[in-house]
Nanobody
Framework: QVQLVESGGGLVEPGGSLELSCVAS????????MEWHRQAPGKQREVVAS????????NYIPSVKGRFTVSRDNAKSTLYLQMMSLKSEDTAVYYC???????WGQGTQVTVSS
């Protein structure tokens, strides 16, 4: 059974930090490119960052570049998103995604507010 389980979301003040994790099971995680997506209220889901199977290629959308860091530990089948200098516009539900087999996690809420 394929599972992607995100954790680490929560409420944080502007300028704060959070680290999200996504534990994968039921498929060969180490072989696949992985992505983090987010969906803010009333907006379309958007990709935030992607990382290739061996971490050799990493991409970010411009609005998070320099503040977010995506990484993975293939031995632990875990994807991470380190988020720093958080802004109110980062408020969203964050999802991990394996695009080739099209697997999605259930999402974790990140709220940036004072």
């Amino acid at each position: 059974q394929v599972q992607l389980v995100e954790s680490g979301g929560g409420l944080v003040e502007p300028g704060g930090s959070l680290e999200l994790s996504c534990v994968a099971s039921g498929f060969p995680f180490s072989k696949f490119l992985m992505e983090w997506h987010r969906q803010a209220p009333g907006k379309q889901r958007e990709v935030v960052a992607s990382i290739s199977s061996a971490s050799g290629t990493i991409n970010y959308i411009p609005s998070v570049k320099g503040r977010f860091t995506v990484s993975r530990d293939n031995a632990k089948s875990t994807l991470y998103l380190q988020m720093m200098s958080l802004k109110s516009e980062d408020t969203a539900v964050y999802y991990c995604h394996a695009p080739t087999p099209n697997f999605w996690g259930q999402g974790t809420q990140v709220t940036v507010s004072s």
